[in-house]
T-cell receptor, first 114, second 116 residues
Framework: DGGITQSPKYLFRKEGQNVTLSCEQN?????MYWYRQDPGQGLRLIYY???????QKGDIAEGYSVSREKKESFPLTVTSAQKNPTAFYLC?????????????FGSGTQLSVL | AQKITQTQPGMFVQEKEAVTLDCTYD???????LFWYKQPSSGEMIFLIY??????QNATEGRYSLNFQKARKSANLVISASQLGDSAMYFC?????????????FGTGTRLTIIP
């Protein structure tokens, strides 16, 4: 089945540690996105990528890094510089053909700090 | 300034009644798209309905319809004959073409609870 796979479902980070969240899609979509969700704040864009080897910062990129070496994959690294990383992280993808292109989402990763 | 405003943090509705979830947006673009997503407690985001800024008819998808009032910049979601399975968070979102349609901006959501 086509879709977006995020792993792991739950992740724990120790102080000063970098952690990487995985996102893989087999929808042949050009664009991929990472959103952060905090209670009562909706979804906020961290990074997005429209093409392999290129990505742009979203609204809250500080403390995060990404790579896009393959069309199918867009991993997110939460670095030690991100002082408040506890949140629900959602990966999404879409085509790039117009305003009506909806985002398809993965099932999310809950990151918590130990 | 908030691009997408959802003023109802939570709503309680009796089963089988209709419910309207409010959404207002702010943009200077002429071309944009409006989306509604549902997020059950499991966490995944489920696409419900889309409305384009040039669409003259209100969008409908089964029990979902979008009450689009362009001059008022509102895009309210209407759910007819609500069911217990409709209990979830609902998010309104907008894509603006002037920024190359690279991202959706989301509102803060409305938590809908259907009462049996």
């Amino acid at each position: 089945d086509g879709g977006i796979t995020q792993s792991p479902k739950y992740l724990f980070r120790k102080e000063g540690q970098n952690v990487t969240l995985s996102c893989e899609q087999n929808l042949n979509h050009d664009a991929m996105y990472w959103y952060r969700q905090d209670p009562g704040q909706g979804l906020r864009l961290i990074y997005y990528s429209q093409i392999v080897n290129d990505f742009q910062k979203g609204d809250i990129a500080e403390g995060y890094s990404v790579s896009r070496e393959k069309k199918e994959s867009f991993p997110l690294t939460v670095t030690s510089a991100q002082k408040n990383p506890t949140a629900f992280y959602l990966c999404a993808s879409s085509m790039l053909q117009g305003a009506n292109e909806k985002l398809f989402f993965g099932s999310g990763t809950q990151l918590s700090v130990l | 300034a908030q691009k997408i405003t959802q003023t109802q943090p939570g709503m309680f509705v009796q089963e089988k009644e209709a419910v309207t979830l409010d959404c207002t947006y702010d943009t200077s673009d002429q071309s944009y798209g409006l989306f509604w997503y549902k997020q059950p407690s499991s966490g995944e985001m489920i696409f419900l309905i889309y409305q384009g800024s040039y669409d003259e008819q209100n969008a409908t998808e089964g029990r979902y319809s979008l009450n689009f009032q362009k001059a008022r910049k509102s895009a309210n979601l209407v759910i007819s004959a609500s069911q217990l399975g409709d209990s979830a968070m609902y998010f309104c979102a907008m894509r603006e073409l002037s920024f190359g349609n690279e991202k959706l901006t989301f509102g803060t959501g409305t938590r809908l609870t259907i009462i049996p």
